[in-house]
């Protein structure tokens, strides 16, 4: 298989190695690891990058490949990287900031696309990745929100509180079709189900430290719960990998680094926006597995990429 081949045949679902890369660049940040971040944040871009030329290749060469592909959740995760990277590029500030306004423009464009035809098509007992209407809708909040409190654009405190309750809605009806036997048989994306409540949580705290939401008591309510909620299904999932090993290396397992990073991010941020200590010390603890199961996800990527050349 030649490298152009390689290229083109990466699935949807290789868009949470965005995600996942581009969430604990963002935990490096809020601990203090600006260094490391920095790296993190050059690769989420480097890989945003050849993703996004993938996105438009398939779009122009091989349309009905993109309509098909377009079908189905992991195609969300154009959104969702899209507003992962740009929260990271809103944090890093100065020029970065046009580049994270036009990457929530992209985003929003592509979100009613891509989620109106993935709930057309939605089936009974789905995998993990269901929960991608979730994240996807909620990361936009999350990069809404993050760039109301650094520019002057206090307006997009208004549609994103309103997109944050609908990121809710997506959330239930997403769990309704989920199949809960992934939680045993899942290759990774199982954990979604508990990354989906993460980045509601996080969407959450973002608005909480607007100036328009800092007092509404209900708003900080649902999002504690929100991330009681994470934690649990954190500790569910993390019994379910050592009672039920899967140690081969999947693509979908980025999206079980993605859920364990954003939930670190969710707890700091929850913890700065709501006053509660004891969340930045799980965040800061729960931030080292995420960074220890990407150097292992990013292990075997690279394992199965060297095996299948050589093939």
Known sequence: MTAESRWTALPPAAGSAVMAT?????????????????????????????LAGLFAYRLLRTPARWVAEADTPPALTAVAA??????????????????AVALLVVAALLWPVLLTAVVRHWGRRMPGAVFLVCVATQ???????????????AWLAWPA?????????????????????????????QWVAGGALAISALAGAKLLALPQWHDAP????????????DL???????????????????????????????????????????????????????????????????????RQRVTSGRG
């Not at 507003?83 to 900031?97: E, N, Q, S």
């Open 232 to 302: 649990a299904w954190y500790a569910v999932l993390l019994l379910a990998e050592l009672r039920y090993p899967r140690p081969r290396y999947d693509v979908r397992r980025w999206a079980t680094v993605f859920p364990m990073g954003m939930t670190a991010v969710a707890a700091l941020s929850v913890s700065a926006a709501a006053g509660v200590d004891w969340a930045a010390t799980v965040g800061r603890v729960l931030l080292w597995p995420a960074v220890a199961a990407w150097l292992l996800t990013c292990a075997g990527a690279v």
């Open 139 to 153: 990361g936009l909040v999350v990069l809404a929100g993050t760039l109301a409190a650094t520019l002057p654009a």
């Open 22 to 50: 581009g969430i604990l660049s963002v935990g490096l940040h809020l601990t203090g690891h600006e260094g490391v971040s920095r790296v993190a944040l050059a690769l989420t871009a480097a890989a945003w990058l050849t």
């Open 161 to 189: 509180v309103v997109i944050f309750a609908l990121g809710l809605v997506l959330y239930g009806a997403a769990f309704s079709r989920f199949d809960l036997g992934n939680v045993r048989t899942g290759a990774g994306d």
């Open 82 to 99: 899209s507003t992962v990277l740009g929260t990271r590029l809103a944090l890093l500030g100065g020029g970065a900031r046009p580049v």
């Open 218 to 229: 209900v708003l900080r309510a649902v999002t504690l719960a929100l991330l009681a909620l």
